[in-house]
């Protein structure tokens, strides 16, 4: 499927106490301050630790960009009191109708609901419209695993990922979340 078939812009979606919303230059700041901190990034793929000047920045670029293949949310807790972001979650397109889910919350709002929250209202607006989503998880991460299964996503299998802040292969659980 082609770029041009999936959604431009990402759309608000209203969670339990927070909306998810398009990333904007503004966030970079709080981007870089929380997944500065060794604990998230070593709970990611993708985040490098220490983390390199700018690179908040780029993100937010491709993260804005037209033609990027990856929708990505800010968990905006600005209108209910809490924090302007307290996390991010995303979108990965992949073909056949399947997106991958990405997630993370910063360190100060760990085990507080938002990461069930958040999943939780992407799921239900399925703003891709997806066939199905699927997800993995670092195995020594099992609060992020009952993240997903509580959603309903189901058991797939083991496998590993590379996991740049760990410079290193990292065990995961892959899960899917089926629509049809």
Do not use: C
Request: proline share 6%; hydrophobic share 40%; no cysteine.
């Amino acid at each position: 499927m082609t770029s041009q078939n999936w959604p431009r812009t990402v759309p608000a979606i209203e969670a339990e106490r927070f909306t998810l919303r398009a990333v904007r230059p503004s966030d970079a700041g709080l981007i870089t301050l929380y997944a500065s901190d060794k604990r998230l990034a070593e709970n990611t793929t993708r985040i490098p630790h220490p983390l390199p000047p700018g690179s908040s920045e780029a993100f937010v670029s491709r993260a804005m960009s037209g033609d990027r293949d990856e929708d990505t949310w800010v968990m905006d807790g600005s209108e209910t009191g809490l924090s302007e972001l307290l996390g991010l979650i995303s979108l990965k397109r992949l073909d056949r109708k399947q997106s991958e889910i990405g997630y993370w919350i910063a360190p100060a709002f760990w085990n507080t609901g938002f990461a069930s929250s958040a999943v939780s209202a992407l799921v239900a607006a399925n703003p891709l419209n997806n066939a199905s989503i699927v997800g993995s998880v670092f195995q020594d991460n099992p609060i992020s695993a009952r993240v997903l299964t509580n959603n309903g996503f189901e058991y797939l299998g083991d496998a590993e990922a590379f996991s740049v802040a760990r410079n290193a292969k990292v065990a995961t659980w892959t899960y899917v979340k089926k629509y049809i």
